[in-house]
Every structure is written in C-alpha cells, then in structure tokens.
C-alpha cells in the first residue's frame, strides 16, 4: 500500500544546525496489517510516520502510495489524500477546547461538503461506535482520559480512511486505557483498516494486534521483522 524508497529528512539544510532525522530509508507497508515502528525518543519514528501520512515532504526519495508516486504532488492534492486516506490520532490527542464531542468528531469532514445532517448521523454513529456517545454534548474538557481518547478515534474514522495513523498513542494513557486502545485497534484491523502506530511503549508494539515491529534508532531502520 505504501512504498518508501531511499527516504531522507533534513531539517534546517544547510545552516550550522542542520540536523538529518531520516536517513536511507526503504520501507513497504502493507494494506490491512498492523505495523509499529519502534525506537527511543528521537530515534525518527515520528518523523517517519508523519512522511508516511502525508503530513510533511521527504527531502529526498520516493513515497509511492497504492502504486501512486505522491512526493512531488502539489499541497492541494496531499491534503486531498490526507483526508481521504489516512486517519490520524495524535499522541496529544489535538481536540478543540469549548466545543462538544461531537463537533470535534465532524471537524475534519466538513471540506468534503457533506451535508450537516447527514455528518452529524455519521458522527453519532462513531461516538456510539465508541460507546461515548452519551458523551457527545459535553466540551471535551469535560471529558475523561478515556473518553478523550475515544473522541479522538472517533474523529480520525470520521472520513472512512483506509489507514489509521497513531503517534505514541498510549503516552499519556495508564496501562487499562493502553490496553483498551490495543483492543480497538484490533477491531479495526479486523474490519480492514490498515494500522500504522509510531511507540516506545511495548503495551503497544508487543501487543498481538502488531503483525510488524520496525525499529528505528539515529534516524535509520535497524530492523523489522513479522511477529505474526
């Protein structure tokens, strides 16, 4: 599904703090399986994940996604395929304060031009998805750590993606709410989605829900292997 060939990520290029995060990377990610890229802080992981969901350009090489070569692709057609394609759950979880779960949850659908009605039923449907939907009224300030995490899946399904992408998801979470995550995680594998998640926490990446573990260290790929 996705293809990364000879990836390097620069950051201020160039200038006496030139700092080189990613460094020759071949990667393949394959549709409908679970893989997490595994590292210390600083390792590149999250760099990486945010090349691999559009979020940010290589400096060098090719990202070809289902057989598409996107890296050269002007901004208006990554932003198109970031909201079609990719689902993200930030490790913050990145909800807008003073406004409902529900919003929240519709937020990223409302370029698509979908009608408000039809938006909201979707959105409601995933809150209840996430059993939370009780919850959809309350500001997210309000909510608790679990809820919290719940709406913020709940907004990364909202565009149906193909892949969801989850950086350092359980960093904030306690060890039930981590391995709830996992569990809805799985779910989501089995209903064909493809997982991609960025963690230094073994709940996460020697959970039986990864079918690939890729371990990052300096910005380069030292390993990967298929545990399932």
């Known amino acids: ?10 950051f201020n290029a160039g ?25 210390p802080s600083g390792s590149g992981k999250t760099t990486l994940l945010s ?9 060098s090489g090719r990202i070809t996604l289902q057989e598409r070569e996107i890296t050269s692709l002007p901004e208006r ?6 909201r079609e394609t990719f689902g993200i759950i ?27 009605a039809s938006l909201k039923k979707r959105a409601m449907a995933l809150l209840d998805l996430m059993n939370i939907a009780d919850k959809a009224d309350a500001k997210v300030e309000w909510l608790s750590g679990g809820e919290t995490q719940r709406t913020a899946i709940a907004r990364a399904l909202i565009n149906n993606p193909a892949i969801i992408i989850a950086d350092e ?3 904030h979470l306690d ?23 960025a963690s230094h926490d073994p709940i996460a ?18 390993s990967h292997e298929d545990v399932t």
């Open 90 to 116: 930030f490790q913050q979880f990145n909800l807008i304060k003073g406004i409902t779960a529900l919003e929240n949850v519709m937020l990223p659908a409302y370029p698509t031009g979908a009608k408000h």
């Open 175 to 197: 060890t039930a709410l981590s391995r709830e995550f996992m569990e809805i995680m799985r779910q989501l594998k089995n209903e064909g989605k493809t997982i991609v998640i």
């Open 169 to 171: 998801p359980t960093a």
């Open 15 to 39: 200038k006496p703090n030139e700092f080189v995060a990613i460094q020759g990377v071949n990667l393949s990610i394959d549709s409908h399986g679970a893989t997490a890229l595994k590292g």
């Open 51 to 59: 090349l691999l969901g559009c979020m940010a350009r290589p400096t």
């Open 77 to 82: 057609f990554l932003t198109a395929i970031r």
């Open 205 to 222: 990446y020697a959970s039986d829900v990864i079918d690939r573990v890729v371990e990052m260290r300096d910005g380069i790929l030292v």
């Open 1 to 10: 599904m996705i293809h990364l060939q000879d990836i390097r990520k620069v």
